[in-house]
């Protein structure tokens, strides 16, 4: 049976998952995907599957099946905060994807995570990348109203997306 759950991993599950974690560490997702590969598959649907497999196969840039996996993980945990960033991460990766997409499946998590800045801040990535800087702003300036200012500001000014609101976000100290 394969159902979605968040439920703890069991021993000795828990060790494999573990292990894929740490090769994952390690940087050798591949290594971390064979590991998952002795999981039963009774498990595939679970919380920390999905996110450790995404996390494989972003790391092995398979934005196809790292965008299948995030959409698995949408619809099955549509409460949880991180399938909906790490879909639209990836189809803006992925194989026929694009930006428009990517804000497209991002933009309804605004109203589910109202107090999420990540939510915000990658809308204002995407649409500073479509060239909508004004709108790139407003995202941000709500990004700020709900995360921590500073730390944002600072991750914004590594983000090479949000360079054409750069001296907007320098001037706004």
């Known amino acids: 049976m394969n159902k979605a759950t968040s439920q703890p991993i069991p021993i000795p599950v828990r060790h ?10 390690l940087g050798s997702p591949s290594a971390a995907l064979s590991e998952l590969q002795r999981v039963p598959s009774e498990f595939e649907g679970h919380l920390e599957m999905l996110n450790v497999k995404w996390d494989i196969y972003s790391e092995l840039k398979d ?4 965008f299948d996996i995030a959409v698995r993980s949408v619809m099955s945990f549509s409460g949880v905060v991180s399938g909906w960033i790490h879909r639209s991460y990836a ?6 994807g ?3 997409e990517a804000r497209d ?30 709108e790139s702003w407003g995202w941000f300036v709500r990004a700020l109203a709900v995360g921590s200012e500073p730390e944002l500001k600072e991750l914004a000014l ?15 100290d």
Request: hydrophobic share 50%; glycine share 8%; with cysteine.
């Open 63 to 66: 934005w196809d099946k790292a």
């Open 16 to 25: 494999w998952v573990d292990s894929a974690v740490g090769w994952l560490m």
């Open 158 to 172: 590594a983000d090479d997306d949000l360079r054409p609101i750069w001296a907007k976000i320098l001037s706004a």
């Open 98 to 100: 694009g930006l428009r």
């Open 105 to 134: 499946l991002l933009i309804p998590a605004v109203g589910l995570f109202p107090r999420e800045s990540m939510i915000t801040y990658n809308l204002a990535c995407y649409a500073a990348q479509l060239g909508a800087t004004e």
């Open 91 to 96: 189809a803006r990766r992925r194989s026929g």
